[in-house]
């Protein structure tokens, strides 16, 4: 069955550093989006991407994040000068959104980004 | 804001037994819904859907019934079995194509021997 992968799994950065995670979406689908969960908290949206922009956003994401597909296959969730409070797992999912309606998403298995 | 609540932080069922995972939401714009379960390490992983248009979807041991009017859904798993231990969470969403989903705080299941 098709999946979600993110690279890398785990990933430590000093704060202030940027950071890029790295999302391959299943092939077939149409929309991207970015998740985030801080420890103990709720899965929370980032952002949404169809059509090669930025279709929807919270108001987490902010000037210091931004997406990006750069080829057909891979999508990004960069952040610039990163924070301490940005320490989560980071999901990313996709979904096929090709009929009309809401289709369900597909994650991967996170990356957790450690900011120290 | 809880848009999307799970009041029960966790749940212990015995095997064999009926699950019964409640949410409950706040938007009446929300229209379709999603259960998904998620294992430590992992991402969540979608188990079960229902728009709502429907008050029921099967999907072998999993069932989801919608309350429209009392903005409740339950996802009931039966039989319950040890490897359904697990985080599951409940997701509302719009019914137009692509919009994102406002998940609930999940609810740990665990199934014991």
């Known amino acids: 069955e098709p999946e979600v992968t993110q690279t890398p799994s785990h990933q430590v950065t000093q704060m202030g550093q940027e950071v890029i995670l790295r999302c391959v979406p299943i092939?077939?689908?149409?929309?991207f989006y970015w998740y985030r969960q801080i420890l103990g908290q709720k899965v929370e949206f980032l952002v949404s991407?169809?059509?090669?922009?930025?279709?929807?956003k919270s108001e987490i994401f902010d000037d210091q994040f931004s997406v990006e597909r750069p080829d057909g296959s891979n999508f990004t969730l960069k952040i610039r000068s990163t924070k301490l409070e940005d320490s989560a797992m980071y999901f990313c999912?996709?979904?096929?959104?090709?009929?009309?309606?809401?289709?369900?998403?597909?994650f991967g298995d996170g990356t957790r980004l450690s900011i120290l | 804001d809880q848009q999307v609540k799970q009041n029960s932080p966790s749940l212990s069922v015995q095997e064999g037994r009926i699950s019964i995972l409640n949410c409950d939401y706040t938007?009446?714009?929300?229209?379709?819904f999603l259960w998904y379960k998620k294992y430590p390490a992992e991402g969540p992983t979608f188990l079960i859907s229902i728009s709502s248009i429907k008050d029921k979807n099967e999907d072998g041991r999993f069932t989801v019934f919608l309350n429209k009017s009392a903005k409740h859904l339950s996802l009931h798993i039966v039989p319950s079995q040890p490897g359904d231990s697990a985080v599951y969470f409940c997701a509302a969403s719009g019914w137009n194509y692509g919009q994102n989903f406002v998940f609930g705080p999940g609810t740990r299941l665990s199934v014991l021997p």
């Open positions: 938007n009446s714009m929300f229209d379709y």
């Open positions: 991407f169809y059509n090669n922009e930025i279709s929807e």
């Open positions: 092939s077939n689908h149409l929309y």
């Open positions: 999912a996709s979904s096929a959104g090709d009929r009309g309606r809401n289709q369900p998403q597909h």
